[in-house]
Nanobody, 125 residues
């Protein structure tokens, strides 16, 4: 069983930054890739970014490209989402998720097996 433990959410003003963390615990395998998704009130959960464990390849949603950066530490089994130049429309609950294999699209949430509990990010003046 895999547990994903997120931290780092909070309330900030537009233009500020936050860094979310996600730790992989439980199973000996960290899987194929880790993704970040978000869900705003009244909206469907959407893809934000992901990173492949083996080679660090990253993939971003257009809405966050150039502002967010995902990184990982293989030995520590940690993944981070650095969020810069935050906007009110970034307000959401953010989830990390583990993609076990290469099947399925990196931005398809159905391709992810395990999910964290979510951490709230609020961007407001």
């Amino acid at each position: 069983q895999v547990q994903l433990q997120e931290s780092g959410g909070g309330a900030v003003q537009p233009g500020e930054s936050l860094r979310l963390s996600c730790r992989v615990a439980g199973s000996a395998s960290s899987g194929y890739a880790m993704g970040w998704f978000r869900q705003a009130p009244g909206k469907e959960r959407e893809f934000v970014a992901n990173i492949r464990w083996r080679d660090g390849t990253t993939f971003y949603a257009d809405s966050v490209k150039g502002r967010f950066r995902v990184s990982r530490d293989i030995a520590a089994r940690m993944v981070w989402l650095q969020m810069n130049s935050l906007k009110p429309e970034d307000t959401a609950t953010y989830y990390c998720a583990q993609k076990r294999g290469f099947d399925g699209s990196d931005d398809d949430q159905t391709a992810y097996t395990y999910w964290g509990q979510g951490t709230q990010v609020t961007v407001s003046s």
